[in-house]
């Protein structure tokens, strides 16, 4: 990976693709080359020169240009973010297939253009999609990530922060599984700073309750509905995750961040792309951390993974 160069290609100039961009633009130094893809290339090209015209008022110089898969020979991260979106009376899988079909069409000339980097997948639904990506591209597991759960535990960690009046930085929790309806918290794992908080909850001296940890594991998990329902789609908090990411891999942090990775036997599972905790560093996924769960939040983590192994095996390859 050329480090020094710090060059990322997003395809897919859609809502999520260019929140990602903005986002990558604002907070400055992340990379220095950023390059759109767009199978409308005429957009692609719009964009292109948005983003410039507000590069006088960016952190930091970025070259920013419109171009082609034979660009992303030389990059360190391509961003997938292109997709098509489910049609009325469409059912999941079909819309799975015809993801796949797009994938097939991005990935083959992306390998054949020489790319050696990282993948960072942010297409729904993530988790197959990433899976996709592995088996399209044939690359180590390590270097195909999906944004998993990312968003869903910044929204935990929000939701928490609120509810006990602490800075959501120093809440430590997450959310893992499928980054959809069978995404849960494992609780036991959750920390106020070095504190459980299953122990701040059976404390009598607070009003703590834990059906209040349940509404807010809820919350979390119906957000993206509700979103949706109020203005069609969702693109920020997920544009900056993504530029969350890889700034964790560009700067070789070995941050712990929630992304969708293959298990190689963690969580007794193996194969499957799924959201858990990560070690994210300028090779990729560097280590998954594995949580102890209790045997309730281990059921829960195996629902997860049997939903997404099913929809995966349910496409044609």
Same mark, same amino acid.
């Given at each position: 990976?050329?480090?020094?160069?710090?060059?990322?290609?997003?395809?897919?100039?859609?809502?999520?693709?260019?929140?990602?961009?903005? *986002?990558? =633009?604002? /907070?400055?130094?992340?990379?220095?080359? #950023?390059? +759109?893809?767009?199978? &409308?290339? %005429?957009?692609?090209?719009?964009?292109?020169?948005?983003?410039?015209?507000?590069?006088?008022?960016?952190?930091?110089?970025?070259?920013?240009?419109?171009?082609?898969?034979?660009?992303?020979?030389?990059?360190?991260?391509?961003?997938?973010? *292109?997709? =098509?979106? /489910?049609?009325?009376?469409?059912?999941? #899988?079909? +819309?799975?297939?015809? &993801?796949? %079909?797009?994938?097939?069409?991005?990935?083959?000339?992306?390998?054949?253009?020489?790319?050696?980097?990282?993948?960072?997948?942010?297409?729904?639904?993530?988790?197959?999609?990433?899976?996709?990506?592995?088996?399209?591209?044939?690359?180590? *597991?390590?270097?195909?990530?999906?944004?998993?759960?990312?968003?869903?535990?910044?929204?935990?960690?929000?939701?928490?922060?609120?509810?006990?009046?602490?800075?959501?930085?120093?809440?430590?929790?997450?959310?893992?599984?499928?980054?959809?309806?069978?995404?849960?918290?494992?609780?036991?794992?959750?920390?106020?700073?070095?504190?459980?908080?299953?122990?701040?909850?059976?404390?009598?001296?607070?009003?703590?309750?834990?059906?209040?940890?349940?509404?807010?594991?809820?919350?979390?998990?119906?957000?993206?509905?509700?979103?949706?329902?109020?203005?069609?789609?969702?693109?920020?908090?997920?544009?900056?995750?993504?530029?969350?990411?890889?700034?964790?891999?560009?700067?070789?942090?070995?941050?712990?961040?929630?992304?969708?990775?293959?298990?190689?036997?963690?969580?007794?599972?193996?194969?499957?792309?799924?959201?858990?905790?990560?070690?994210?560093?300028?090779?990729?996924?560097?280590?998954?951390?594995?949580?102890?769960?209790?045997?309730?939040?281990?059921?829960?983590?195996?629902?997860?993974?049997?939903?997404?192994?099913?929809?995966?095996?349910?496409?044609?390859?």
């Amino acid at each position: 990976m050329n480090t020094d160069k710090r060059k990322v290609v997003l395809i897919g100039t859609g809502m999520v693709g260019m929140s990602f961009a903005y *986002a990558l =633009v604002n /907070q400055g130094g992340i990379c220095n080359e #950023l390059v +759109l893809i767009d199978v &409308n290339k %005429e957009r692609a090209n719009g964009e292109a020169m948005d983003l410039n015209h507000g590069l006088a008022f960016a952190k930091s110089n970025m070259r920013i240009y419109a171009g082609d898969y034979k660009d992303c020979k030389d990059a360190d991260i391509v961003v997938i973010a *292109a997709g =098509v979106a /489910q049609r009325e009376g469409e059912t999941r #899988l079909d +819309l799975l297939q015809r &993801n796949t %079909e797009v994938f097939r069409s991005i990935i083959s000339p992306v390998v054949k253009s020489g790319f050696d980097g990282i993948f960072l997948v942010a297409t729904n639904p993530v988790d197959i999609m990433t899976r996709v990506t592995y088996e399209l591209s044939r690359f180590g *597991a390590s270097r195909v990530i999906g944004t998993g759960t990312s968003l869903d535990t910044a929204r935990l960690r929000y939701l928490l922060g609120d509810y006990f009046t602490v800075d959501p930085k120093n809440i430590h929790a997450y959310v893992i599984g499928e980054h959809g309806d069978s995404e849960f918290v494992p609780f036991s794992q959750v920390m106020l700073a070095t504190k459980s908080v299953t122990e701040i909850l059976a404390d009598e001296k607070n009003d703590y309750k834990i059906e209040d940890m349940q509404s807010i594991e809820e919350q979390v998990r119906t957000s993206a509905y509700k979103i949706i329902k109020a203005k069609r789609a969702t693109y920020y908090g997920i544009g900056m995750a993504i530029t969350r990411i890889i700034k964790a891999i560009l700067g070789d942090e070995n941050s712990v961040l929630t992304v969708s990775a293959k298990l190689c036997g963690e969580y007794d599972s193996k194969n499957v792309f799924i959201g858990v905790p990560c070690i994210i560093g300028r090779n990729g996924v560097k280590e998954i951390v594995e949580l102890s769960l209790t045997e309730e939040e281990k059921e829960k983590f195996q629902q997860s993974k049997t939903i997404l192994d099913d929809s995966f095996n349910g496409l044609n390859l």
